[in-house]
C-alpha cells in the first residue's frame, strides 16, 4: 500500500521567514495530495491540494510543489504569521481505499 | 460547508468498557472515515466505509469494530478497551478525494 513520509518533524521558524515542509510517497498511482493544518483542539483542515496533473499550485502565502518522477511534494509557506503555528500534515491517496497520512510537521511561528 | 460533529470531545473509560464514538455528517458523503492519531505516526487509518452497512478495514483495525446503519452516521466501537487505545480518534467523510474531519474525541482509557 501507499506510504508517505513526512519531514522535518518540527520547524521553528522567525516571523515573516519561508516555512517548507516535504514529503515523499511510494505508490506512483497516487493522483492526489492535499495538506491539512490542525490547531490546538481542533481537527485536521484541507489548506491546498494538487493533483498528479499539475506541477505547482498556489493560493496566497501557501504554495505546493509536485515531482512525480522522484515522487515527492512540497508545502511552502511565505511570510510566516504566529497564527500559521500548527501541525501540518501531507497525505497521498491513489483513488483506492482513503488517504494516506504523513506524520506531521509541528511548525511554531516566533514572533 | 460540510460539517461532521463528533459527540464528545473527551472521554475517559475504564479498561474493559465497551466504548461507542458517535460521528454524523450532514452533506450526504458516501464514504466516512475512522483515524487513530497519535504523536509521531500521524493518522492511522481504523476503519473505513463506503455506503449503508459497508465496512473495510483499514490498517490497524484490531480492538475495534464499527457499525453504519444510517448514511449519516459512523460508529466506532472499542469492544474492550484497553489502555493502548488511549488517544485522539477522528472521524472524517468524503466525497470524491476532498475530505473533512471532525473536532476529534480524545479518549482516555485508565
Known amino acids: 500500500g501507499e506510504n508517505v513520509e513526512q519531514h522535518p518533524s518540527t520547524l521553528s521558524v522567525q516571523e515573516g521567514d519561508s516555512a517548507v515542509i516535504k514529503c515523499t510517497y511510494s505508490?506512483?498511482?497516487?493522483?492526489?495530495f492535499p495538506w491539512y493544518k490542525q490547531e490546538l483542539g481542533k481537527g485536521p483542515q484541507l489548506i491546498i491540494d494538487?493533483?498528479?496533473?499539475?506541477g505547482e499550485k498556489k493560493d496566497q502565502r501557501i504554495a505546493v510543489t509536485l515531482n512525480k518522477t522522484a515522487k515527492h511534494f512540497s508545502l511552502h509557506i511565505t511570510e510566516t504569521q504566529p497564527e500559521d503555528s500548527a501541525v501540518y500534515f501531507c497525505a497521498g491517496y491513489t483513488g483506492r481505499r482513503a488517504l494516506t497520512f504523513g506524520s506531521g510537521t509541528r511548525l511554531q511561528v516566533q514572533p | 460547508d460540510v460539517k461532521v460533529t463528533q459527540s464528545s470531545r473527551y472521554l475517559v473509560k475504564r479498561t474493559g468498557e465497551k466504548v461507542f464514538l458517535e460521528c454524523v455528517q450532514d452533506?450526504?458523503?458516501?464514504?466516512m472515515f475512522w483515524y487513530r492519531q497519535d504523536p509521531g505516526l500521524g493518522l492511522r487509518l481504523i476503519y473505513f466505509s463506503y455506503d449503508v452497512k459497508m465496512k473495510e478495514k483499514g490498517d490497524i483495525p484490531e480492538g475495534y469494530s464499527v457499525s453504519r446503519e444510517k448514511k449519516e452516521r459512523f460508529s466506532l466501537i472499542l469492544e474492550s478497551a484497553s489502555t493502548n487505545q488511549t488517544s485522539m480518534y477522528l472521524c472524517a467523510s468524503r466525497r470524491d478525494s476532498v475530505g473533512t474531519f471532525g473536532s476529534g474525541t480524545r479518549l482516555t482509557v485508565v
Open positions: 505508490d506512483s498511482a497516487s493522483n492526489y
Open positions: 452533506m450526504d458523503h458516501e464514504n
Open positions: 494538487i493533483r498528479s496533473n499539475v
